[in-house]
């Protein structure tokens, strides 16, 4: 059901049976403390009664200058440091710095540490797209998934603890490997985590997929087409649900995601469904890579030949992942010292984000909780 | 027994200490209600603490506190409507108890228009939205009192004309009489119109009392709380808190009145007489409350024009439908 | 991998030469990526000719910023902008440098071709000092409006490690030598 404001805002300017009807247009600021809002993000909104004329996007109110902050720092405390930007994904991070250390300074990362990565990753994946389902259906009034999401999270997050030692911050990748080995009793957990996860998944999708009034909400609102999505540099399941077939996972694979079997989830459409049905969908994949990852776990050392202090030689190179979020990407200008000459992150976030004013043009203000909803960002990654 | 004669004005007391005592214990427990039920449909326990056994005295607890926070008032806001709008929100709820019947012989007043009394009077509560909406000086609050007007207006009608289906049914507006014609409940006979009217009843309280899937006006993780976000303490309970369940409340017993058989029982069998009314009264209301709190949970939220249509192209004319077949059944069976 | 257009970064670099020859002073190779120097004159027609090409259609814009190589060992360089754009279609990533003059930065926008660019331009604005004069909006995104200088600048020190370096033993070696 197409819904456009096209008649009513007609209607509102020639004036209707009776003649002139003015109506004004509205300033409203939504944030930045605003529920609907993940974080500390402000909407400078325009409303003509119930449409919503356009909206801006005001940013930096967590803005923590981490580029500046690194260029201070060495790889380790770097590592601690990034984890905190996009705080619902901590694991993945932390990934591409090493990532990039790694191929600058030619270190060889052993297969036992690059499955335990891949585990991790895709473990805190099913954890970020969980808590984007629970906070997507309480935005549009459902109450009830939040909780299921949040018990599903609960079995994950006690075996990301048991390991890392933390539920949200991990500091768990070292240029080279890991920081230790897992935990004696990680594979069975992890095992019975995920396969819970698979086995339950139906019933959420049901939960909120099938809902006729969910649908209402969300089919053909907020559409976002393919060639925008482009041009602004959105990424991850936003990406995908506008029919861009993009994953790093699968286009370059970095680990060893080349040696697993998924699916890389994308709908045509770009409204908010899509995106939604994306993030779901996502979750099992993420479920499955885990699953063939655990039983093809190699026994070995976790740490490859890295010298005691990381120094990595002059040179630059630009390193991108799969954050659960979109492509995070760090170019790392390095001078041959122990801390980095320049590290320019790319948080996806950031991009996601910028595209919201194109999407919010001449929507109706109930639709912009739905599509704010449905954009997935974290303010941590916006605002570095 | 007694022979006690007791002059009006002591009934009138009697009666008014009745309702100032139903109303307010009837929205505790309806509040408490809420938390148990949605707390278990959400897979946690909801209050355990309060008063001991599982909780059972949040909602009085939450209305303590209320009374004693701090009576904040914003600066821009109008005074005297700001102050005004909880009560010509309340008053309207606490006066729809007085025709409902309890039994055969328990009714504050049984009124010969009972149900239009009903209908006329549960509507005041609107302009009440409105002026706690307009007063507050705040755009969300405005926002929100004008979808919860038209939400309201809206949703009047497919109530009016349920009721209407069942005075004609009845042939009387005096809610005594209603139940009294009722030997199968209306939900179930006339078959098909009955349960029509039934579901287009519940489907219209559920929209009055603004809440899930129809509660736009204050949908919480968009404005916030609609007309009342800058209602605090006292002002707030009676306002939101009060109101709702106090609402929800009224509409189960109206429900179970007019639909379900009020005080008889479900179906004319000798031995279920037996059974007092006011069993078969209460049951009937928890059910319907039950079914209140079991829908909020479970859907996500109508959007607002979404809902006006739902209203006026749909639910209005089965209505009308429903009162040509009506009309047709009375004449011609 | 295995997608139907993607090609490889030795293709990618011929596809690029062909295309661009002239316009860019240097290109190569860099851990896959294809690297181009590129005067600010310039820039415009190469985004444009990178955007619209049919062998190259990059048309997904990754980041836009800047790099301060004023203190990046021997002859580091001046100031530059670093554009990173990638095409969906044949898997070629190309990152742009385009030096500008420390003491007057100035370097056309190229919010016209990718719209992801208003951002990305605003923000290397703020941090950096650099002006895109043709850029529709160019406040600042993420600092207050009052604020002073250009943070990402290396002549701008971070106050907290001028004044006090990091405590306790930073690596192995200076724990094991006896500090803290």
């Known amino acids: 059901m197409a819904m456009t404001t096209e008649g009513p805002r007609r209607a509102a300017r020639e004036g209707g049976a009776q003649g002139r009807l003015q109506t004004e247009e509205m300033i409203l600021n939504v944030g930045p403390q605003h529920p609907a809002t993940h974080g500390v993000f402000r909407l400078l909104a325009t409303i003509d009664g119930e449409i919503l004329i356009n909206a801006e996007p005001v940013i930096g109110y967590m803005h923590r200058g981490y580029e500046k902050l690194v260029e201070q720092r060495d790889y380790r405390q770097i590592t601690n440091l990034v984890s905190r930007m996009d705080w619902l994904s901590g694991i993945n991070n932390e990934l591409p710095l090493a990532l990039a250390v790694e191929q600058l300074m030619e270190i060889e990362v052993p297969p036992r540490a690059q499955y335990l990565r891949v585990i991790l990753c895709e473990m805190n994946r099913i954890l970020n797209h969980l808590m984007f389902f629970a906070s997507f259906g309480a935005e549009l009034g459902a109450i009830t998934p939040t909780f299921y999401a949040f018990r ?19 500091g768990f990748f070292r240029p080279g490997g890991l920081k230790e080995d897992v935990p004696r009793g990680f594979v069975d957990d992890a095992l019975q985590g995920v396969r819970q996860v698979i086995e339950r998944l139906p019933d959420y999708e049901d939960l909120l997929v099938g809902n006729e009034i969910f649908k209402q909400r969300t089919i053909d609102v907020g559409v976002l087409d393919k060639e925008a999505a482009y041009s602004y540099g959105v990424t991850g399941p936003i990406a995908r649900g506008s029919g861009a077939d993009m994953d790093v996972r699968r286009d370059e694979p970095y680990l060893v995601y080349d040696q697993f079997d998924f699916d890389v989830c994308s709908a045509p459409n770009g409204d908010c469904f899509d995106r939604f049905w994306v993030l779901v969908r996502e979750v099992g994949e993420s479920a499955r890579i885990v699953e063939q990852a655990i039983e093809g776990l190699p026994p070995g050392p976790i740490m490859g030949k890295v010298p005691r202090v990381v120094q990595a030689p002059a040179g630059e190179v630009y390193v991108r992942t799969e954050n659960p979020l979109g492509e995070l990407g760090m170019y790392l200008v390095s001078d041959g010292d122990r801390r980095p000459y320049r590290l320019k992150i790319r948080t996806p976030s950031y ?3 910028s595209a919201l004013s194109h999407v919010l043009a001449n929507t109706y203000v109930s639709d912009m909780i739905a599509i704010l909803g449905s954009f997935f960002f974290v303010l941590g990654d916006i605002d570095r | 027994m007694f022979d006690i004669t007791l002059a009006t004005w002591q009934i009138l007391v009697i009666k008014v200490l009745v309702i100032l005592t139903v109303v307010p214990v009837g929205a505790l427990v309806g509040g408490y209600a809420e938390h148990k039920v949605m707390a278990h449909l959400q897979h946690r326990l909801g209050p355990m603490y309060p008063g001991g056994w599982h909780g059972w005295a949040t909602t009085l607890a939450d209305g303590i506190k209320f009374l004693l926070k701090e009576d904040i008032i914003p600066a821009a806001a109008d005074r005297k409507v700001f102050s005004f709008a909880p009560a010509a929100i309340m008053v309207p709820i606490i006066m729809i108890y007085l025709v409902i019947p309890i039994d055969r012989n328990l009714v504050i007043e049984d009124l010969d228009v009972g149900l239009f009394y009903l209908l006329a009077i549960g509507s005041l509560s609107t302009i009440g939205l409105l002026m706690a909406g307009w007063s507050s000086a705040n755009k969300y609050a405005l926002i929100g009192a004008l979808r919860s007007a038209a939400q309201l207006i809206a949703y009047e009608l497919p109530i ?5 289906v069942v005075a004609m049914l009845a042939g009387s507006l005096s809610l005594i009489d209603i139940v009294e014609a009722q030997n199968f409940p209306f939900a179930l006979w006339p078959p098909g119109i009955g349960f029509v009217a039934f579901l287009l009843f519940t489907v219209g309280a559920v929209a009055e009392m603004t809440r899930v899937p129809f509660d736009m006006p204050v949908a919480e993780s968009e404005i916030i709380t609609g007309p009342f ?7 707030y309970i009676f306002s939101h808190m009060f109101a709702e369940m106090g609402h929800m409340v009224a509409f189960g017993g109206i429900a179970a009145t007019l639909f379900l058989g009020g005080y008889k029982p479900i179906i004319p069998l000798r031995i279920l007489e037996y059974i007092p009314g006011v069993f078969w009264f209460f049951g009937k209301t928890m059910f319907m409350i039950f079914l209140f709190l079991w829908i909020r949970p479970t859907f996500p939220r109508v959007r607002e024009d979404q809902l006006q249509k739902f209203a006026w192209k749909f639910l209005i004319p089965v209505g009308l439908v429903l009162i040509l077949a009506t009309g047709a059944w009375v004449l011609y069976v | 991998m295995g ?18 020859g002239p316009w860019v002073e240097k290109h190569e190779l860099n851990f896959g990526a294809v690297d181009l120097v590129c005067k600010p004159e310039n820039l415009v027609r190469v985004m444009r000719t990178l955007h619209d090409s049919e062998r190259l259609g990059c048309a997904f814009f990754t980041f836009l910023s800047g790099v301060d190589r004023s203190e990046l060992g021997a002859g580091g360089g001046g100031l530059e902008v670093l554009i990173h754009v990638y095409s969906p279609e044949h898997a070629i990533h190309v990152t742009v440098h385009v030096p500008v003059d420390p003491a007057a930065p100035e370097c056309p926008s190229i919010s016209g071709i990718y719209k992801g660019a208003l951002w990305h331009e605003r923000e290397t604005h703020e941090m950096f000092g650099i002006l895109f004069p043709d850029h529709p909006n160019l406040t600042t995104l993420y600092l207050p409006e009052d604020f002073e200088g250009h943070p990402m600048l290396r002549s701008f020190k971070l106050p907290t490690r001028v004044i006090k370096e990091w405590p306790g033993a930073k690596d192995p070696e200076e724990a094991a030598a006896g500090g803290r």
Do not use: K, W
Request: glycine share 8%; charged share 30%; proline share 4%.
């Open chain 2, 229 to 235: 976000t800058e209602y605090s303490g006292m002002r």
């Open chain 1, 351 to 353: 991009n996601n984000v």
């Open chain 2, 160 to 164: 009016v004309l349920a009721a209407a």
């Open chain 1, 152 to 170: 599903e999270r609960e079995d994950i997050q006690r075996v990301m603890e048991a390991t890392t030692g933390g539920r949200m911050h991990f």
């Open chain 3, 3 to 20: 997608r139907p257009g993607a090609v490889v970064p030795e293709e990618a670099l011929d596809r690029v030469e062909e295309a661009l």
